[in-house]
């Protein structure tokens, strides 16, 4: 079964840093390329951040371009985000999320999703 | 940057009715040299993750009920939910992968009328 579990979300003053992780498994990791998207209270769905199987490829959204940086460890089936200068409007619930072609040199839809974890930006 | 469009923002459809949802690209998002369409729809409810309905804009991920069906090509797309059951209340995302910056449609809520 395949299982995506964020954690590292929490309160942070703006212009803060955080690192948010994603630990995965059932599934072959090291195959398949993932994402960041975020979601404010009450608000759509937002992709932040993409990274080839490989890590060759990586590319963010401009609002967070800069600012936020992707990252994995196939040796230990996980996903990073570091986000830093961070604002009240990344305030947000923040997913992992697999992408749904194997092997893919580019973002495609998302098929496996974390349950996400909250980041709230405020003094 | 391609821009997504749905409508309505939100509908209430009674028991057993069809649910139609619109989704419109700012830009085509068929690509000639596959003849596929970059669009997928989710679903989500209320405390969840997203869940992928449909890809390539027309095809049924595994396990999803058969009375979701995703139509449309270029830049005007539909969600159809052919019978409208209570666990199908959510709100429902498009959302194109032609670019490889992905980007959402604002959603729409779907509830019992």
């Known amino acids: 079964e395949v299982q995506l579990v964020e954690s590292g979300g929490g309160l942070v003053q703006p212009g803060g840093s955080l690192r948010l992780s994603c630990a995965a498994s059932g599934f072959t990791f090291s195959s398949y390329s993932m994402n960041w998207v975020r979601q404010a209270p009450g608000k759509g769905l937002e992709w932040v951040s993409y990274?080839?199987?490989?890590?060759?490829?990586?590319y963010y959204a401009d609002s967070v371009k800069g600012r936020f940086t992707i990252s994995r460890d196939n040796a230990k089936n996980s996903l990073y985000l570091q986000m830093n200068s961070l604002r009240a409007e990344d305030t947000a619930v923040y997913y992992c999320?697999?992408?749904?072609?194997?092997?893919?040199?580019?973002?495609?839809?998302?098929?496996?999703w974390g349950q996400g974890t909250l980041v709230t930006v405020s003094s | 940057d391609i821009v997504m469009t749905q409508s309505p923002d939100s509908l209430a459809v009674s028991l057993g009715e069809r649910a139609t949802i619109n989704c419109k690209s700012s830009?085509?998002?068929?690509?000639?040299?596959?003849?596929?369409?970059?669009l997928t729809w989710y679903q989500q409810k209320p405390g969840q993750p997203p869940k992928l309905l449909i890809y390539?804009?027309?095809t049924r991920e595994s396990g999803v009920p058969d009375r979701f069906s995703g139509s449309g090509s270029g830049t005007d797309f539909t969600l159809t939910i052919s019978s409208l059951q209570a666990e199908d209340v959510a709100v429902y995302y498009c959302q194109q992968y032609y670019s490889p910056l992905p980007a959402f449609g604002q959603g729409t809520k779907v509830e019992i009328k």
């Open positions: 999320a697999r992408d749904g072609v194997y092997s893919g040199d580019r973002s495609y839809y998302f098929d496996y």
């Open positions: 390539w804009a027309s």
């Open positions: 830009q085509s998002v068929l690509y000639t040299s596959n003849n596929k369409n970059y």
């Open positions: 990274i080839s199987s490989s890590s060759s490829t990586i």
